[in-house]
C-alpha cells in the first residue's frame, strides 16, 4: 500500500492486484499497462518472480520491476531486463528506479 501511495502522489496510474491472479486478469484487460511492481512475496498461486515471468512471455513490452525486504534476487534470477529493489526504498529511490526502468525500455 505505502507503494501505492509513493507512485499516485508522483503521478503514476495505478493498478492495484493482491495476488498474482489478479494481476494477470488485469493485464488481460488493459492495453496501456507499462510497468509490473511486484513484490517477490505475494499470496495466490504464484510469486511476485514467477508473474514476472509469466508477463514477459505474455506481454514482453511491460516493463519488470520486483521488490523484497525479505530476498535479494540477483539480476540473472530475473527474467530478461528485469529490475529488482530492496525494501526499504525511499520515495525518491523508487520513483527513480521506476522512471529508469521506463526509460531505459528494460
Do not use: C
Amino acid at each position: 500500500m505505502h507503494g501505492v501511495d509513493i507512485l499516485e502522489d508522483a503521478g503514476f496510474t495505478v493498478l492495484e492486484a493482491e495476488t498474482a491472479d489478479e494481476a494477470i486478469t488485469l493485464l488481460q484487460g488493459q492495453e496501456d499497462v507499462h510497468l509490473l511492481f511486484s513484490d517477490i512475496d505475494m499470496p495466490g498461486s504464484m510469486n511476485g518472480l514467477e508473474l514476472a515471468q509469466l508477463v514477459r512471455d505474455r506481454w514482453p513490452k511491460v516493463r519488470l520491476l520486483l521488490t523484497s525486504g525479505h530476498h535479494h534476487i540477483e539480476e540473472e534470477a530475473l527474467p530478461e531486463h528485469g529490475r529488482f529493489v530492496r525494501k526499504p526504498w525511499t520515495r525518491e529511490r523508487l520513483i527513480a528506479t521506476i522512471q529508469a526502468t521506463l526509460d531505459s525500455g528494460a
